[in-house]
């Protein structure tokens, strides 16, 4: 008898559920999960029937939200860069447009969280609002952000904020006054799903009663819903590792929040019903940001093709950024597109004040490009210049007149800085001399500054290298590798010293460690295997070496595949 008193139950409440469905006009699949969230709304709401009837005032609210947000910003120590300040100024005006179309007159406040993995936004009692970085880069559109403000104001507006705070008050039974101690994550963790609904519809309402489209919502939603699917279904490869990390954050997000197919086809139910209209969305006014971090990020990972073209796509957005310029032309020259990069790093000079590392750059891509006629190119960009240049500029200059078979400018500069032994600069400018000595093919030159320069800096990991270089092409591969060998447990070992052992091992016949430290040297630096970009940097010896381990390393490949 209990058995079928037990079955009853829970057809009686499979039913309550189905009706509960369809008053709701939200089409969603059949499952066990529909009972299940009846359970848990119909708990919530019987803990919720005593804060009703006892609510906070709002001065109260205020009171204790301004002090929760204030001790959470002060347990988060930012930098305020100017991004920071432009990306939460944006917030807030947003957010202004939306709150002035709230139910109830509470001082809003937008807050941006700069976390990259923080792939959320929440709210907290008396008007405040806070927006992760995470989230934000999965925008693309300013009705976007306008759903999810308008979602986490009607958390404040319908007191969902509020009742949580009474909540808490309740269980832990103590004065209001004491509350303001509560941890954040209280309010990231979202609320009933009842309760998420009602956001979501609300602030869609609110979103369009600002003038916003509500396929703001549908595309962000439709976001969630690829999420969810790659979190379901796990990243199988590595170009996915990123989405993979993201699908770690967003599992407690998918946890606390209705599926997104259930929100997308309650927007959709709301805009056949009253009668919305789709009209184009605005464009993210800071999205250039996030282009741009993602830019870095594909450049970093060596994807150099992306890199430039999500790089291309920030500066359609914001054409004066240097940062995303810097980008473009280091990954045009990683690809061997040196004129184009030349290009590229001009115009991002010509935004600030130049950097000492872009001109290098600038320079070298220059030189890549057109080794005759890059001097001339520089000296013109010089005369752009305020005060015509400083000392960091000589050393380019000299280094380009080289090529173009000037010696008076370089002699100069090496002479400064042996009569400057002792000065932090005077190394390192023997060491750069050096290299540019090393591109013209005056290796005797070059290998005598290197040898200045790493007297007065012993173990300078980039200087040993480019003597490295000189030393392979002249033969003399014993001393290239006793050289390397001595730096190569520095943390500042990079992947052209990884390379340049490569070199003289296959030269000096040992071959298998060669082949080894080629393909970790491709491996972190992809360039090495492009014939155009050794060519335009490295002597006749390297370029020769490294076809042929290139050649050698198809082979090995093919002879895998058999």
């Not at 005006?93 to 406040?109: D, F, I």
């Not at 830019?295 to 291309?312: D, P």
């Not at 240097?322 to 473009?328: C, G, S, V």
């Not at 052992?501 to 360039?527: C, D, I």
Request: charged fraction near 25%.
């Amino acid at each position: 008898m209990k058995h079928w008193i037990a079955l009853a139950g829970i057809v009686l409440l499979g039913v309550v559920a189905i009706v509960v469905s369809e008053r709701r006009k939200v089409d969603t699949e059949a499952s066990p999960a529909a009972v299940l969230y009846l359970i848990a709304d119909t708990e919530h709401e019987l803990t919720r029937m005593p804060v009703r009837f006892t609510r906070m005032s709002d001065a109260e609210e205020i009171q204790a939200g301004d002090e929760i947000a204030r001790q959470y910003l002060t347990s988060q120590p930012r930098q305020k860069s100017q991004e920071y300040a432009l990306i939460e100024g944006y917030l807030a005006r947003v957010g202004a447009q939306l709150a002035a179309h709230a139910h109830r007159k509470l001082p809003y406040r937008f807050h941006y969280i700069p976390e990259k993995y923080f792939v959320n936004a929440f709210a907290v009692p008396g008007g405040h609002v806070f927006v992760g970085e995470g989230l934000l880069a999965l925008m693309d559109s300013e009705d976007e952000l306008a759903s999810v403000i308008g979602h986490e104001i009607e958390h404040i507006d319908h007191y969902h904020c509020a009742e949580r705070v009474q909540q808490e008050q309740a269980l832990r039974k103590i004065p209001l006054g004491e509350l303001v101690a509560l941890p954040i994550e209280i309010f990231e963790a979202g609320y009933s799903k009842d309760q998420e609904l009602e956001a979501d519809r609300e602030g869609t309402r609110l979103a369009v009663q600002t003038g916003y489209s509500a396929s703001g919502a549908i595309r962000m939603f439709e976001t969630f819903q690829r999420l969810y699917e790659e979190y379901e279904s796990h990243a199988r490869t590595p170009e996915e590792e990123l989405s993979n990390l993201a699908q770690q954050i967003l599992s407690g997000y998918f946890r606390s929040h209705p599926l997104p197919k259930e929100r997308i086809a309650q927007i959709q139910q709301m805009m056949a019903s009253e009668g919305w209209s789709v009209h184009a969305e605005r464009d993210l006014a800071v999205g250039f940001i996030f282009w741009t971090s993602r830019a870095e990020e594909a450049f970093t990972s060596h994807r150099y093709a992306q890199a430039q073209q999500i790089a291309l796509r920030s500066l359609q957005m914001r054409p004066d950024q240097q940062r995303a310029l810097w980008i473009l032309g280091r990954a045009q020259f990683a690809q061997a597109d040196f004129g184009d990069a030349a290009a590229s790093l001009r115009k991002a000079l010509a935004i600030d004040s130049p950097d000492a590392q872009l001109i290098r750059e600038y320079a070298l891509a220059l030189a890549a490009a057109d080794r005759k006629g890059a001097a001339a190119e520089f000296h013109r960009w010089m005369e752009s210049l305020k005060d015509g240049g400083s000392d960091q500029l000589k050393v380019p200059i000299a280094g380009l007149a080289l090529l173009a078979g000037d010696t008076t400018d370089a002699r100069n500069a090496a002479a400064l800085a042996r009569a400057r032994i002792g000065e932090e600069w005077a190394p390192q400018w023997l060491g750069e001399l050096g290299a540019w000595y090393y591109m013209a093919g005056d290796y005797a030159t070059a290998l005598e500054l290197l040898n200045d320069a790493l007297q007065q800096r012993p173990g300078d990991p980039r200087i040993s290298t480019v003597r490295a270089w000189v030393q392979i092409q002249n033969r003399t591969l014993a001393d290239a590798l006793q050289g390397l060998d001595s730096v190569y447990g520095s943390d500042s070992v990079t992947p052209d010293t990884t390379m340049a052992r490569a070199v003289a091992q296959w030269l000096a016949h040992e071959r298998t460690a060669a082949m080894a430290n080629f393909s970790t040297g491709t491996s972190k630096r992809p360039e090495w295997k492009d014939p155009r970009w050794v060519k335009a940097l490295y002597s006749p010896v390297v370029v020769e070496a490294v076809g042929e381990m290139q050649d050698e390393q198809q082979r090995r490949e093919k002879a895998a595949r058999r």
